[in-house]
């Protein structure tokens, strides 16, 4: 039985513009010091250069560069006796999504070039399309549970 309690998550109201809870949390994820409509210009202006750029609907994009980046499983760091074993888990939904937005804003500012909407702009279409930066984490990912699926009877 567990000893802590189970928390609820806190419901975040949609974005404004596209009426989108998955949206809204990667507005926050974006977010800098508490100046949200900063992150809000930032992301609105990274999707409309989505929209010219692919001729899609920038939502749609964007959700499928978030499934596309989203990993199934990952490693976790498992004690067993005097050696630690990295046992290959899957990964909640919640937290799913948010390794995807945290890889997604990652690799955008990691990315070369000036300014941070286009940066962005251009790691949302690359993840849309299956590939990017953000794309090869996840695969990296896969990749280190894969190799470690000896210990995934180690499994808690």
Known sequence: MPRRPKYERRTIPPDPKYGSELLQRFINKVMKRGKKSLAE???YSALDIVAQRT???PLEVFQRAIHNASPLLEVKPRRVGGATY???VQVEPHRRVSLAMRWLIQSARNRSGYKFVDKL???IIDAANNTGATIKKRDD???M???NRAFAHYRW
Do not use: D
């Open 41 to 43: 210009r930032i992301v």
């Open 55 to 57: 001729g899609q609907h």
């Open 86 to 88: 990295q046992v290959p």
């Open 121 to 123: 702009a251009a790691e």
């Open 141 to 143: 990912t896969h990749r």
């Open 145 to 147: 549970a894969e190799a």
